[in-house]
């Protein structure tokens, strides 16, 4: 069973829509990433949520908006999409420890 | 299922003691493989790899691939105390999926 799964695997919309990303971990961590990987593949931290609180939100355009329904799922909804949000992006869960578990990757294009 | 196995686990080591960590693939449709160093938060990216026998340096920090037996080799000369963290592997295919190991937990004992 896959312990990180993300949906779609890839998505490729127009400017100006809405979409979202969802992600699932069967691990029972209690922390949940997103991560944007941009073209020079850094890693760049976008939220955290421990417990379904959020606990990091890094300098993120407000058309980005997480939602936690429960501790095993972290979605990541988009608004009004532009052309800069083309990218990989990442969930990940955590539980005790530094090790984080990533999902597969959502790759998002912005026609 | 394509995996990515990374070796060992955790590993402790004394500042000035040189390492390696290995990373095992089984991938279809490989196309490049990547290491991260993560500390507190975000991974940071150290190296890809795409082609056989070409070694990759940065400071003290070196890689080469093996794509005819499947394996990566991360080596750290001369450790320091932040170099302590988790090292990731992973692996592209040609549909840019990625495929992460589990990560090797490095600590540097001063």
């Known amino acids: 069973d896959t312990a990180v799964s993300q949906t779609p695997k890839y998505l490729v919309t127009q400017m100006g829509n809405d979409k979202s990303i969802k992600c699932e971990q069967n691990?029972?961590?209690?922390?949940m990433y997103w991560y944007k990987q941009d073209s020079k593949k850094f890693l760049k931290i976008m939220f955290s949520y421990n417990n379904k609180e959020l606990i990091i939100n890094e300098t993120v355009p407000n058309r980005f908006s997480p939602k936690s329904p429960d501790k095993a799922h972290l979605n990541l909804h988009i608004n009004s999409l532009e052309l800069g949000d083309s990218a990989v992006y990442f969930c990940?869960?955590?539980?005790?420890?530094?090790?984080?578990?990533f999902g597969p990757g959502t790759r998002l294009t912005v026609l | 299922e394509d995996k990515v196995v990374q070796s060992p686990l955790s590993l402790v080591v004394h500042e000035g003691d040189t390492v390696t960590l290995n990373c095992s693939y089984e991938v279809t449709n490989f196309r490049s493989l990547l290491w991260y160093k993560q500390e507190k938060k975000a991974p940071t990216f150290l190296f890809m790899l795409t082609s056989s026998g070409i070694e990759k340096k940065s400071g003290r920090l070196s890689s080469i691939l093996d794509k005819k037996e499947l394996f990566s080799i991360l080596n750290i000369t001369a450790t320091q105390t932040g170099d302590s963290a988790v090292y990731l592997c992973v692996c592209m295919d040609s549909n840019y999926q990625l495929i992460w190991g589990a990560g090797t937990k490095l600590i540097i004992k001063p």
């Open positions: 990940a869960s955590r539980a005790r420890g530094l090790t984080q578990y």
């Open positions: 691990l029972g961590h209690d922390t």
